[in-house]
């Protein structure tokens, strides 16, 4: 940030009076500009025993695997995000289940959340920001291939969870190597 | 935002090609300026059976009584969010427990986590943003006087959870008439 949002003057980064933290602040109006972590939300749609991942089409990480997901909308609930990102990537219909996983990527100043859900036909197809969608059998999920952390990580609950038939929610944190 | 905050041009507010919501765009520079909710997060620290809250001094509802918790930064996660605020608006050191209620609040785009947490000490006082801190009894929370909704159905759903020997994790929304 260079330029203040509300007025176009330059605004320089330091602690404004009273915080703790250095703000972009704009010396000519005065406005202070917040930078806050942003959520992703998604789901883990279910079709019996198989998982429907989604192929990304688009970077980062084009061409790995991935839960339906995307950042969350001003104006929408974590759950609602997590339906429109499920039709929007896979085309899919689903009914949402409780919310399964709440992962922190503080290096990317994200936090990543999963529903579970159950597919409510197979007449999906892959969205705009998809190369290919299918279901895959627990034995079958491309672990080597799968596009992010807090999702492999997800799934890895699921399968667990799976076999001791018992889902819980989890929560956790995606933390880099030189990271605090 | 009317300015650019990249290249200080102005910015107009128009559907960017293959999106599908109307976005702050910045014609001079091709940014594409996203915003997205925000996270509050914090505590509900406990000495026994009593309940810490803190007596807002600051608005909104300044002069009500809410857990300390306040929006969350880059750079951390959930967990760090909720003791540095209850540090902050508290001056409370506490051991953080699972996380126990996240709230949907669409209509002011913000979500709501709040912890549980055992304080360590009772060398707790007021921070700047607090006018008051105590500790209440589930008998004696002002029911009245609690700052927000989703602070209001947390303390609810602990006192009930406390009550049925078993807390878990819980989500909701917070709907206002006239929104969806």
């Not at 799934?155 to 990271?179: K, M, N, W």
Request: hydrophobic letters at 40%; proline letters at 7%.
């Amino acid at each position: 940030m260079k330029f203040c949002s509300d007025c176009g003057a330059r605004v320089s980064f330091r602690v404004p009076p009273g915080d703790r933290l250095p703000r972009h602040v704009c010396d000519a109006c005065g406005a202070i500009h917040y930078q806050n972590p942003r959520m992703v939300v998604g789901s883990l749609p279910v079709w019996g025993e198989r998982i429907l991942l989604c192929r990304r089409a688009i970077e980062p990480r084009l061409g790995f695997w991935t839960l339906p997901s995307g950042f969350m909308e001003n104006g929408e609930t974590t759950a609602q995000a997590a339906v429109r990102e499920t039709l929007e990537e896979a085309n899919a219909r689903v009914e949402l289940g409780p919310m399964y996983t709440l992962y922190n990527v503080p290096h990317v100043d994200q936090v990543h959340i999963v529903y579970r859900a159950t597919l409510l036909d197979l007449d999906f197809s892959p969205g705009e920001e998809s190369l290919d969608v299918a279901l895959f059998d627990p034995a079958d999920i491309p672990w080597n291939d799968i596009a992010f952390r807090s999702i492999r990580h997800t799934l890895d609950r699921y399968v667990a969870d799976r076999d001791g038939g018992s889902f819980g929610f989890h929560t956790g944190d995606i933390v880099l190597p030189g990271h605090n």
